[in-house]
């Protein structure tokens, strides 16, 4: 149950957003759910293919530009266009269209343990010929750069001609929509296609992006038999079309595989042709089937690893499932990518990273995928030179500013006061290293990435902060709220600066104990001395975390308390959310919350406050938050679990696993919502389950809804996997494949579970 | 004595800012200073004429635009171009040019007794003839719409063919510099030419602005004797050549006389071509010299009320005349018009209307021609609905929130925390009013104007502000100080709101003791009731003004004094100013002003705070402030002669009065400072005569700085005009032409000065 998605019948109002929903990659590439066929002239739709990290340079228009104001900020382009296939029926030549003829049955499915699409149509064409027509589509997890559609026609009431034009298309652009100002229309065309070619009957475009000069080719071979092949160029040679003529007979079936190879000059080598080519070459070796069922097994393995179990709301169980693939198919897994705000599912954010990595997806990785985790890491690690250089420019003598939002590095945010000012953004990248070594005891990583990370985001602090008479301030930066900017003593960001400079020094001592050597010449060439590491401790221990007395809370900066409280209840629906129909300085002007902020530290360092400040401060920004913000339910929800409240825990949690599927946002087709997303998933494990990663190992505080009777899942510990189930009377634990013991906590008591051992624990009423 | 600026060598290098000091207006029309002949290809030039508020509308761009940014802004237009003027001697024709031949004798003038530049070269060309050339040029206070060239030669050394040909050129555009951000380009060109043609030898022009649609026209008219005339349209038919032959005899000398009459769709009537004849029909009445003498009669007069004299420091004497002889050629005298950051002098700030109208340069015409000073207090009544409108799109149900820059009235700035967010500007605006209402008594202004304007803006404040445990609290603006944004409880702000709602209660009172039928009707149409005016006087009596009892000042903001204090001295001189070199988001975080802003307030009100926090808070800013902007150091001048310290009064007035003159910040080519030239007298009638306008008169505290002997100056008084000079031993005050007695305060004590008699008040050392 709640392994296919699927759409039985053709709405086409709909067809935009499930060019999102049934779009597919791997982390490397991926493919909007396009119709191969196309659609009708003016039809509104995106067509793209994306590959992470492949990006132009465009210009930022300002105004009034300030010193140190971005000048350009990258954009993912939409590569080459290799999903059309056009069938004609009969002497006549009918086009097989939506708006031509008649569609007799239609479906279309995702099938998440199988890692592919299918969609199936019976169509009677205006002069009655009727045909079956399967399109099966797949962006391989094995094979990184293939992208495979394999065609079945079955003419089922004539015999005779049948032709088939699959192209492959250089003349692409980016959408644009003069509608939204994020979009300026003159910038969609990037993308320049400079080589079309024809080699034994494989076709090859090669692009390059106008400014950042990067390239990208692909190769599409397809394979057929019993079919004429004539192959042509549209008149600009700007495409190849590929033409297949049969003879087809009655019920007979006929097929055409359609492989494309797509490859880019930041990972494959200088000639692109040579390297696709001979990518193909090497996939000739694989049949579709085989090609098929290795995919397959793969998403075998990670449901393995990955699946949680929600029994008694089947809707609920086909929305995680649905989100954790397409977390999986987003994610990058290289050195130059991660995972954007929308994936590889749609334009939105032009393909941007931002917090949202750290703070919602990485740590879903870091309990199903540990090794996908890694890579996520490792690529803030590759932009770590790009955070120093950008913190030089901001006036700083020292330390690593990541960028707000970034493809490669530098940053793209030009709207400063809720781009640049969250500084934070360094401190979660350093949590999640933290998070990392926590739950891996990794201490290699630590070696090779983690202490150096550490310690230039811990030197950011350093620099931005400054010791007074409050002990260590940190003026003048924004924090999660967007609601709220450049503010002093942001809670969140003085709490995640803490934790980050406490873990610089015990990173460095960790590493050290690990490899002596090592470190003392890292601690050399990062000029390292004792006197710094000692500074990073006085500064953790006097940093300075904002209490009110009167609430019992901790205020979210000096002076939030003081403001006016914004009438929620009194705001008409329609001027929801506020950022829309508000200028930013009215609503920094008053008491109200587009996200989470404080609460969502509490959640990341819940050991920092007593609980009564907790729950306290939970029911005062519950109060004042418009969770305009699709990160921020899944916060309250968790935070509500937490402190006991499962109704609201359950409320917050609501159909936010159902966001995109059911387009709740109405956006759904600019791309998915990856931190909402991952956001479902973290209610579960971090809310209900009440996971908590420490330095001590993990820790868990479960609770059942009453909506469920149980619910399962799997997460990493030491290095180990293991399995859970929560029902209304105990918590079952159990090792996977395991041969060494794992320690976890269970409502604060300590338990081992080990191998071959299934532990339950009693939970009290 | 320093009447006359003068420049007796021509260098080249200087031209572009000499066409800044040299530019001739009359607060509706401006003409730079440029060369009639025009400068070699490539020559650095910004060639503009300009008519006060005359613009078109351009986009702003945002990488990223959020609710309520302005999507466009006014550009004030650079229109036609009828200085140009080239000679041609002999036969031969060669033509005077400034890389041609050789300039044996040079020099220009700008006379400020006069109202006119005149302009001498003896030219001796390649072939060896000489010529004495004269340009006189004159816009004309008393004919708002007539800029006058009047050309007289005399060949020195030979007799024979003269040629003289006289443009008026459409093919105009702005001053566009790619590496100035804030000049795009792509934005020069906005005014189309529509009609040109030749009518009984007057040639007219007539233009639009591509977006704003607003059209101006010009006519020119020539008036010569004994010379051949042909006319001719150049190629494009984007200009006018009127070609004048004489048969000159050696030593006799030419005159060509070159009238224009500018006209535009603002102020004039539908057939912009019949307006401009008309003017130039009835100007015939007129000859040179009656024109030359009417200007020299006004600026008699202006002299008369307004000249200043400082005896013992003659290149500060010309700066002081200088800066106020361009204060009256900048200052709109129409409702359309107001007084811009450069004037008409440069293209600087594309010709928008600031703060530095009502704190800079109103009180100066305040004082010496309060007419002046009226029409700018009525330009801003007159955009009182588009700063309605714009508060309500700022989310507030009330109130006037004026645009921080504009020409037209509709906000400017697309930087809003330097921008929209200093909502101090409607304050200034509310100051200014009731500032007029002081020096004047016109409780008629208050019936007209007055009463609407202050309780717009007090409603304002009400809505922006809110009461909490610290009384009337106003949050997320920006004071003066741009070195520090998005603040609450800016000082301030909060005192300027306050004396704005006091003032809003008073004007409402005594209007209604003039004219309570009117006033009951004015409340009506503003519903205005009791409850209202008595919830102005509540929040100005509890209007929350911050101060520190540790340093006993008043801190700039909530937590200004928290911050880090900026290291200045440690600064290196080349960082200055810091916003060319810091992102304004490390600027924030730190103490540090670009300019006065507690100071400034402390000198608008000082009665809000005793002496000891005056003095203190001045000593706390002083030291970080940078001045980085031009409107800073005159404050600091002004109030060091309060707190008594008048040898660094005298350091901060320094060289400010002459810092275009000598070109001191690298940019007059862009424009004059209008705001540093009024603060230069600002800083002696408020500064070392300790004026004060205050609700019952003029207050004075004298002090004479030991580099002078002594200085004079006029000022407006109860509708008076009271000549003033200040010796080390006394201060003579006597009223000019009045016939009934002025009451003022010198040094806190009361005096009646009586018509045709001297006061003269002895000061203690």
Known sequence: MGWHIKRNRLRVEELINEESLFFLGNGYLGVRGNFEEGYPEGFPTIRGTYINAFHDIIDIPYGEKLYGFPDTQQKMLNVHDTQ????????????YALDQGQVLDYSRKLLLD???TIREIHWKSPLGKELNIRFERLVSFVHRELFMIKLNLIPV????KLKVVSSINGDVENYANKEDPRVAAGEAKRLHLSKLLLNEGDGYIESQAEVSRLRTGCVTRHYTDSADVTVLEDDHSKQLLFNYVWDAEKSVPLSLTKRTVFVDSLRHEEDLYEAAIGLQHSLDEWSDDEIFHEQREYMQKFWQHGDVRVSGDHRLQEGLRFNLFHLL??????SYSNISAKGLSGEGYEGHYFWDTEIYMFPVFLMIAPDLAKRLLIYRYSILNHAKDRAVEMGHQQGALFPWRTISGK?????FPAGTAQYHISADIAYSYIQYYHATGDTDFLLDYGVELLVETARLWMDVGHFNKNGFSIDNVTGPDEYTAIVNNNYYTNVMAKHNLVWAVKAYRIARKRDSKRVTDLAESLSLTKEELEQFKQAAAVMYLPYDKQFGINPQDDTFLNKAVWDIGGTSADQFPLL????PLTLYRYQVCKQADTVLAHFLLEDEQDFDTIRNSYNYYENITTHDSSLSTCVFSIMAAK???LEKAFYYFGDSARLDLDNLHGNTKDGLHMANMAGSFMAILFGFAGLRVKENGLHFSPK???????YSFHVHGQGQLISACVTSQYMRLKLVDADCPVEVHVNGLHYKIKPDETLKVFLAD
Chains 1, 2 share one sequence.
């Open 157 to 160: 009431n004539f015999s005779g």
């Open 329 to 334: 198919q987003s994610v990058g897994r290289d």
């Open 84 to 95: 059309s296939i056009q069938i004609y029926v009969g002497e006549e030549e009918e086009l």
């Open 643 to 645: 402190l006991g409240d």
């Open 704 to 710: 059942l809804p009453d909506q469920w009777s149980d």
């Open 114 to 116: 199988e890692g592919c």
């Open 411 to 415: 940053e793209c945010s030009s709207y």
């Open 580 to 583: 829309l129909h508000y200028h």
